[in-house]
Nanobody, 121 residues
Framework: VQLQASGGGLVQAGGFLRVSCLASGGTFSRYVMGWFRQTPGKEREFVATITGSGASTYYADSVKGRFTISRDNAKNTVYLQMNSLKPEDTAVYYC???????????????WGQGTQVTVSS
């Protein structure tokens, strides 16, 4: 499975942004999809995850109520809608695919290249 993340950019605090991840090379609906983020010098951090059908989602406490993960299996794409952005949301955002609905990055088998999100204060 190949993953291609896109949609990052620069946004002011309080603004919104949507990042996308296009999958190819596998049966997309089989995979749990997750979003993670990382800043320099820190470990990769779980953000959100969604089951293959899209019926279940789970969020990190730091983004709950502000971010929404969704997927369109017909388009092989998973999205992360980010609202009420804060400067501390600044990071490289990675999408990942796995077979188990968990928050640990070790459980994800395939990773995209990352897209930079920068939130200015």
């Amino acid at each position: 499975v190949q993953l291609q993340a896109s949609g990052g950019g620069l946004v002011q605090a309080g603004g919104f942004l949507r990042v996308s991840c296009l999958a190819s090379g596998g049966t997309f609906s089989r995979y749990v999809m997750g979003w993670f983020r990382q800043t320099p010098g820190k470990e990769r951090e779980f953000v959100a995850t969604i089951t293959g059908s899209g019926a279940s989602t789970y969020y990190a406490d730091s983004v709950k109520g502000r971010f929404t993960i969704s997927r369109d299996n017909a388009k092989n794409t998973v999205y992360l809608q980010m609202n009420s952005l804060k400067p501390e949301d600044t990071a490289v955002y990675y999408c990942a695919a796995g077979l188990i609905f968990l928050t640990s990055d070790r459980r994800y088998d395939y990773w995209g290249q990352g897209t930079q999100v920068t939130v200015s204060s």
